[in-house]
Each structure stands twice: as C-alpha cells, then as structure tokens.
C-alpha cells in the first residue's frame, strides 16, 4: 500500500512563501458514473484468508461507502488509506451492488 506523506517528499523548502499544506483529493465526490473502481481478490500477508479489495473509488464519502457495501455483503471489513477491504471473497456481490448503485465503470480482476 501507498505511504501517505503530507509534504509529499519536500523536506526543506528555502521559499519563504511556500505553503507546505498539500490539497486533498477527498473534498471532491464524483458521479457514481464517473468512477474507475477495480474489485479484487487478495490473499497476500492476511495468513491465507481472503479479503475482496475495492480500489479507485474517489470522494469524501468512501467511510459510507464502505459501511453500506459490508451491511451488502453481511461481513466485516475496513476503509485504509481510499482502499475498501471487505472481508472474504465477496466479488460478485461488490459487484452487483455497485451496479445497482449506479456505477458504470467497474472491473472485476
């Protein structure tokens, strides 16, 4: 997973005016229709147990999001760092709730 860094990589700055507070992507919620979601199956470092991994989803309410799709697909999961984990392997179920939601741009890898 991507680390978050809030200076982006700037350590040292000799501009007075410089403003090191970087803007964040999460204000801005897109259309259903305009997302790029990609759904898939992880077993990598969770000790051979599966978890469905929903990622591209951009806005501020992917906390909702993320609820919603557990209460779908009755089990538990969590939202780290704009990715939605939802534990085991609930693909097609993501799937076919994020049809039914109205987004349009949704792979299953």
């Known amino acids: 997973m991507p680390r978050k860094n809030i200076?982006?990589?700037?350590?040292?700055?000799?501009?007075?005016?410089?403003?090191?507070?970087?803007?964040?992507?999460?204000?801005?919620?897109?259309?259903?229709?305009?997302?790029?979601?990609?759904i898939k199956l992880d077993k990598k470092h969770r000790a051979g147990k599966a978890v469905t991994i929903i990622e591209g989803y951009q806005g501020a309410d992917i906390e909702a999001i993320g609820k919603n799709l557990k209460v779908s697909c009755g089990t538990g999961g969590s939202v780290k760092e704009g990715i939605i984990i939802i534990q085991g392997d609930n693909r097609e179920k993501a799937l076919q709730w994020f049809i039914k939601n109205g987004f349009k741009n949704v792979k299953k890898v």
């Open 7 to 38: 200076h982006s990589g700037i350590v040292y700055s000799t501009d007075k005016e410089y403003n090191f507070e970087k803007e964040s992507n999460n204000d801005i919620s897109f259309e259903p229709g305009q997302q790029k979601l990609v």
